[in-house]
């Protein structure tokens, strides 16, 4: 039990223990179980092509994968999710289902696959962080591992063309975000009310962070800093967490739009900020551009 | 469909009411449907079924390829044509009959969460077994596809479909998992289904949804289909509930069809 294990994963940046999102999934599990866990980030070496990350390494065991590692962690009795029932056992399964299926396919498009964003933020970020000559080749890998996923699993027939794959990618984003806010609705936490924390808000803590990018890299705006999840008190920063959840939705809906531009919709393309300052007004306000305009896609 | 089309899609089903001569088409049932496929079409009737609509099935051999998704089942509706349950179930809501009305917004949330663990897991894994799992593959998925192409048709196509699941596979991350590893996933996904079902009759208490459909068009195609191995019925039938919950609604909504 008192076995020191080494996670070796990437490196941390933009407020965020890790910029991976299976690196972040295992890193928050470990804070909020408990688990001593030295962090070991494979940046500026040879790991960076070789390695599998996350990757758990205790002893004399290896193990890959966030859902093998969760696993790994609970044997060892370093259980975040010990206080639940059954019931919400089963629901949180459920849950992170449908963020693997909706969610997931955006995440990637907008790190990997837009030509903006992987231009201007991701892949600078990963070629800084690998020693040459592999700043060349490991962002490069990752988009081209990004792109296929997304094209097998979401580009069957009759969606040939990337431009609508991502219209129905970002439109099956928004309403899991919405989803995801029904569920949260005014609770501090998805399930109970302790510290024990499922890892679909782990996903939903990426989600800041990569709200947080676009809000850096294109409103320029103040924004309120997201928690980093190593924190053990969020009570108040949830709510904040709530808030940023639905202006992410809000801005799928821009980014919706931008890729579309079909008249029908109303041209959000030249006003991004002052929307994006409305927006910080209230919650309700936002709720209600939220539900609004999901009203009106249907 | 884009988005714009799709509006316009569930406008003009509006229009009109559910005709007599509604079909749903699927591969041939003695000889080519394969357990997914067979999956997927069984909750699309019941899901049919339960909201009361008639629907005849037909069993054509070239199914797949007329479907507008490249996915089973689909069904011929006026003069639309509408393929695999999400689509289907957004094309009736358009037409007034709905089976989820009911629900609350975070009931809403719930029930699509499982049905993306079903969709996620328990077709992931039928698909896995099919063409991954290199027995089952030769003896047959293989020979059941390609069943009504004469060779050398038969052998491009059916190792066609081989090599694009597997393709898929790959890319999702379940390349690399061996068939135990796949049990076991689906144990735990049935699980869930069965800590989320208790005692009550339905998902959602007395009324069934289409969540309901769905678990039922895949447990019990597994259950009733004859595999190389009979694992996968074995670890089904370990949750009591989930049988009875099949046993339920095939009384129910099939007791007209000759079991």
Redesign the interface.
Known sequence: MAAAMELRCWGGDWGLPSVHTESLIVLAYAKFSGAKVTVSPIDWTWKTLTATVPELLCEDSAVQ?PAQILNFLRKRRFNADYELS??Q???T???I??L???LLPALLHTFWVDAENYANLTRPWFASRSPFPLNFLVPSRHAN?AL??IL??KG???LHRIT?VE??IY?DAKECLN??S??L?TANYFFGNFSPLQSHLRQLDNLTSFCDNILAVYFNSDHPCPPPPVQETMAANLQKLTQLVNKESNMIEKMDDNL?S?P?HKPHRSEPKPSLATSKHSLLDTLGKVYGSHQQ?? | ????AE?FVSQMAAAEPWPESATLYQPLKEDQILLSDCASSLAVQAYLRMCGLPVQVVCRANAEYMS????IPFIHVGNQVVSELGPIVQFTKAKGNSLSDGLD??Q???M???M??V???LLTAELYIQWCDDPTAAEISRPRYSSPYSWPLSNILAYQKQWEVR??MN???WGGKTLEQVYEDVS??C???S??L?TQPYFFNKQPTELDALVFGHLFTILTTRLTSTELAERIKSYSNLLSFCRRIEQTYFEDKSS
């Open positions: 994968e059954a019931r056992g089963a629901d399964m459920a849950y289902a449908l693997e299926e909706k591992t296929s996923r097998l699993t069957e027939a009759p609508e219209g129905k439109s989803l995801l029904y569920r609705g579309r079909s029908q896609q249907l | 469909m884009s988005l714009a509006a507008p998704s490249g996915k917004d975070v809403r949330a719930e699509k969460a499982y993306e663990l969709n996620n897991m393709r898929k890319a999702i991350g735990q996904c699980q869930a289904l800590q989320r208790g």
